[in-house]
C-alpha cells in the first residue's frame, strides 16, 4: 500500500450545490462469515457515501468483498454471518432494523439489479405478474393500477412492445430484454438507492452499452443514487461518477473516475488498470497502442450519411466474397482442420416448434495453429457454428469438414463422429457447470483419456500431474472439488480437460467473460502460451472484442446467421468495411472516461445514420 493512501477512508468532500443530498451513508462496515469455527473477514472498515444522482462503482476481483458488503445493507447475507457498523439510508439507520423494517425497504427505498436475470426472475410467472407483485406489495393499490404502472415502467426501460413483454415469461424474452424486464421491476417503486451487481456481464457489447444508455437516462430521470458493483473498467469508465477500488475486504482508493483512470495511486488499482483488455494493444508495436477510436471513425465517415438499405447489403455480400478471396490467395500451408463451404445449420423440429435456421451459408477456414475469431451479438449463429464443429447439431445443407473428414452427416454415421471428436477439444462459457461436482478435478480432467483408451493406472495419473503443470496449478488440486476452486481455477481445469486427448482443434466457447479482469488476462496469457507451444488450430467464440484482439489471428463477424465480414485481425478491427462491424465496434467500452464519452458519441452517430 502506498503512503499517501489511507485504506477505507472516503473524504466525503464538502456538498456540492449541483449533486443531490447524502442517500447513502456507510460508516466502519465490516463483514464476517463463520468459518469452520472461525470468524473470515469479508469486508473490514467500509467507509463511503452516495449522493441523489450519482453512481459509485465499486470494482475488485471476486473475493474482494464488494458483494458480500453491498449485500449486507440489505440483510440478505447467509445466516452464519455477521455485520457491524452504521449503514443510514437518507439518515435513517439499516443495521440492527427489525425484520419487517428491512422487508419494507427492500424493494421500496432499495432495489437490487441483479446479475444473471434468468436465476433472478421466477421462470413460472410472466414478467408482469413480477413486476404487479413488487408493485402491490408496497402500494396499496388495485391490479388495474398495478398492471397500469408495470406498462409504464417496461415502456420506461425501452422494451420494444411493453404489452407482449408484459405477458411473457422470462425465457421468451432475449438476455437484454430480461435485464430490461429486471430494471423495470427493480424501478417499480421509485427507490432512493439502486444497487447494480455486474448489471451488464452476460450481456453482449452491442445490448450492454444499451443497458448501460439506459442505466445512464434513468438516473438523469429519476435522480437516484447508483451503486455498480463490477469487474468490467470499460463499464466504470462509461458510467460512474467516483470509484471505490476493494481488496481483501478493504477500500484501497477512491476518487472520481477523472482520478482514479489518470492517475490511480495504489499498485493494485495500476495493477488492475493494466490487466484489462482493450481494443488497439493486439495491433500495438514497440509498446505504442493503436487508437481505434480515431480509426473507426475515419472508416465509418462515408457511412454516416444516409445510405439505401438495399446497397448496404449489397456492399456486405461483395465485401464478404472478397475477403473469402483473399483468404483464399494466402492460404497457410497444409490442410484446414475446420473448413465450412456454404454451410447452413439448423435446429431441429421439436413437438410443434418448427424447425429453426440460425446459420446459413457460411464459409470458414482455420489452418494447423491459427486462432480465429467468431464474433457478434447474441443471436447472430457464432455458438451455432461452435457447437456444429463438434457434432452437437446436424448440418443441413453445405459441407463441413474437421481435421479432413466429412461430418455434414455425421449424425448418421455415430462411429466416424466419435472418431473425430476424440481430436476436438472445447472449453465452456461457465466451468462451474461444466464440471462434475461430485468427481475430484484429477477424476474430470482424466475422464477424457481413461473413457477413449488412452491411459489407465499409473500412466493415467501422470498424465493428470503433466495437465495440472501445463495449466499452472498445483498437483496436490487433482483431489480437491471443483467447489473449492475459484472461477479462474475451474477455467484452467476445463482448458486442461479439453486438452487431455491433445486435439488438433479447440472449440472455445465465451471462456472468460465471467472471470475478473486480472483473472482473465492470466487465463488468456495461459491460453496463448498452450496455444503456441502444443500448435492446435482454435475457434474462440466471443462478444468480447478486446479479448479477440488480443488472442486472434484472424476474425469472423457474423450478423443474423450470416459471416458478413472476415479478414485479419488488423483488417477487421483498424479497418472494418461492413457498417455492422463498425457498429460492434462503437459499441466496445474503453477503460478511460474520456475516451469512453469520444466512443459514445460515434456510436450515437452510427444509431443516427440508420447503420443496422
Known amino acids: 500500500m502506498t503512503d499517501n493512501i489511507t485504506p477505507n477512508q472516503d473524504p466525503a468532500p464538502a456538498h456540492d450545490p449541483a449533486k443531490g443530498a447524502v442517500v447513502l451513508e456507510v460508516r466502519d462496515l465490516s463483514v464476517d462469515f463463520g468459518v469452520d469455527k472461525k470468524w473470515v473477514p469479508a469486508a473490514i472498515g467500509l467507509n463511503y457515501e452516495v449522493r441523489a444522482g450519482e453512481v459509485l462503482a465499486i470494482v475488485g476481483e471476486s473475493g474482494s468483498g464488494k458483494s458480500a458488503s453491498s449485500m449486507a445493507l440489505l440483510g440478505l447475507l447467509p445466516s452464519n454471518s455477521r455485520v457491524s457498523g452504521s449503514v443510514r439510508l437518507s439518515g435513517k439507520e439499516l443495521l440492527g432494523a427489525n425484520a419487517a423494517n428491512i422487508r419494507e425497504v427492500r424493494g421500496k427505498d432499495v432495489a437490487v439489479i441483479f446479475q444473471e436475470p434468468m436465476t433472478a426472475l421466477n421462470p413460472v410467472y410472466t414478467v408482469g405478474a413480477q413486476i404487479v407483485e413488487t408493485v402491490r406489495l408496497h402500494n396499496e393499490v388495485s391490479p388495474a393500477q398495478a398492471k397500469e404502472r408495470a406498462l409504464r415502467m417496461l415502456e420506461l426501460v425501452e422494451l420494444p412492445d411493453p404489452e407482449k413483454a408484459f405477458r411473457s415469461y422470462p425465457h421468451q424474452l432475449s438476455g437484454g430484454q430480461r435485464q430490461r424486464a429486471m430494471i423495470a421491476q427493480s424501478l417499480s417503486c421509485d427507490p432512493k438507492l439502486l444497487i447494480a451487481d455486474e448489471p451488464t456481464t452476460a450481456l453482449d457489447v452491442t445490448v450492454q452499452a444499451e443497458i448501460l444508455d439506459l442505466m445512464r437516462n434513468l438516473r438523469n ?88 438499405p438495399e446497397e448496404l447489403v449489397r456492399r456486405e455480400r461483395e465485401n464478404a466474397a472478397a475477403l473469402a478471396a483473399a483468404a483464399a490467395a494466402e492460404r497457410p500451408q497444409g490442410e484446414p482442420v475446420l473448413e465450412l463451404t456454404d454451410v447452413a445449420i439448423e435446429y431441429p423440429k421439436q413437438g410443434r416448434v418448427p424447425a429453426f435456421r440460425a446459420v446459413e451459408g457460411a464459409n470458414l477456414m482455420i489452418y494447423p495453429g491459427q486462432v480465429v475469431g467468431l464474433v457478434g451479438e447474441s443471436g447472430s449463429g457464432k455458438t451455432t457454428i461452435g457447437r456444429a464443429a463438434v457434432g452437437l447439431l446436424p448440418v443441413a445443407a453445405g459441407t463441413m469438414r474437421v481435421v479432413g473428414q466429412d461430418i455434414s452427416a455425421a449424425k448418421k454415421n455415430g462411429k466416424q463422429l466419435h472418431q473425430v471428436r476424440r481430436h476436438i477439444g472445447m472449453v465452456f462459457q461457465d466451468p462451474s457447470s461444466s464440471l462434475n461436482p461430485r468427481l475430484p478435478i484429477g477424476e474430470s480432467i482424466g475422464e477424457p483419456m481413461f473413457l477413449a483408451g488412452e491411459a489407465k493406472g499409473s500412466g493415467l495419473q501422470k498424465r493428470i500431474e503433466a495437465l495440472l503443470d501445463q495449466v499452472e496449478l498445483p498437483r496436490s488440486y487433482r483431489n480437491r472439488y471443483p467447489h473449492e476452486l475459484s472461477g ?114 460515434l456510436r450515437a452517430q452510427l444509431l443516427a445514420s440508420g447503420v443496422e
Do not use: W
Open 221 to 308: 430521470k429519476l435522480d437516484s443514487a447508483i451503486v455498480l458493483i463490477t469487474h468490467d473498467m470499460g463499464v466504470v469508465a462509461d458510467l460512474a461518477d467516483r470509484i471505490a477500488v476493494m481488496r481483501q475486504g478493504l477500500i484501497v482508493e477512491t476518487g472520481t473516475a477523472e482520478q482514479v483512470f489518470r492517475n490511480p495511486r495504489h499498485e493494485y488499482t495500476q495493477a488492475l488498470l493494466a490487466a484489462v483488455p482493450h481494443l488497439g494493444q493486439g495491433g500495438a508495436e514497440a509498446g505504442e497502442e493503436v487508437d481505434v477510436t480515431a480509426a473507426l471513425a475515419a472508416a465509418t465517415h462515408a457511412e454516416l450519411e444516409s445510405v439505401d
Open 488 to 601: 479462474g481455477q475451474k477455467q484452467r481445469v476445463g482448458i486442461a480437460r479439453a486438452l487431455s486427448l491433445k486435439p488438433k482443434l479447440m472449440v472455445a466457447d465465451e471462456p472468460t467473460s465471467a472471470l475478473d479482469v486480472s483473472v482473465q488476462a492470466k487465463v488468456l496469457e495461459l491460453f496463448q502460451n498452450l496455444q503456441k507451444d502444443l500448435g492446435f488450430a482454435c475457434l474462440f467464440v466471443t462478444h468480447d472484442l478486446a479479448v479477440v484482439d488480443v488472442l486472434a489471428d484472424r476474425i469472423c463477424v457474423m450478423q443474423r446467421g450470416r459471416i458478413v465480414e472476415q479478414g485479419t485481425r488488423d483488417q477487421i478491427l483498424r479497418n472494418p468495411q461492413v457498417p455492422y462491424t463498425q457498429r460492434l465496434l462503437a459499441a466496445v467500452p474503453l477503460p478511460d472516461p474520456e475516451k469512453q464519452r469520444e466512443r459514445r458519441e
